[in-house]
């Protein structure tokens, strides 16, 4: 089965987060700490640039847990509900989501722009214009409220269409036998 295009697209952002916080952060600290032992000084500025690339790392990676449903969900109480029940708070548990998501995502776009406004740049030697890490941040963001939003429209349509599973899938609590099975048929695809 292929995956649709918006989980592709969320996996790949989950990918380049995963490559800026390996060369964003650990090759200049790394840097840095060998600059420091050899020479007695600073040779980048790693806690700076560390910085932008977790919150860029972040932002990029938040949209995957969604897709994935990776996020974290106490639903020991929820589990034990009719299907009903259980769906009524599966999709208000989405809804919220999305709502958060979307808050994020509208006021980081005005930190974004008031940065770009002011021409703001970081205070450090390396004077950076900070819309670079905030437009990294806000594209992570941005997505992730697009991927919040989509869920639980998804899973309206599927419920509509008296696809039980479907829904289930896309915003339903993930139990342990799917996530086992999940990671067995994802550990048979690798080569």
């Known amino acids: 089965m292929t995956e649709p295009l918006a989980q592709r697209m969320s996996r790949w952002l989950a990918w380049v987060a995963g490559a800026v916080i390996l060369f964003g952060c650990a090759v200049p600290i790394t840097i840095d700490v060998a600059s420091r032992f050899f020479f007695n000084r600073s040779a980048v500025e790693s806690f700076e640039i560390s910085g932008y690339g977790l919150a860029a790392c972040i932002g990029l990676g938040l ?15 929820v589990a034990k509900l009719p299907f009903p029940l259980r769906a009524m708070c599966d999709l208000a548990a989405a809804v919220a989501l999305a709502v958060v998501a979307a808050a994020l ?31 990294l941040w806000w594209i992570g963001l941005f997505w ?36 086992i099975d999940e990671a067995v048929h994802a550990a048979k695809d690798r080569p």
């Open 63 to 77: 949209a995957f847990t969604v897709t994935t449903k990776a996020h974290i969900r106490v639903d020991f109480l």
């Open 105 to 135: 995502a509208w006021f980081a776009w005005g930190t974004l722009a008031q940065s770009w406004a002011m021409g703001a740049r970081s205070m450090s030697h390396l004077q950076i214009p900070i819309v670079i890490p905030q437009g």
């Open 144 to 179: 992730f409220a697009c991927m919040a939003v989509l869920a639980p429209v998804q899973a309206v349509l599927r419920l509509i269409r008296g696809d039980r599973a479907g829904f289930e899938a896309a915003i339903g609590s993930a139990d342990l036998d799917a996530e």
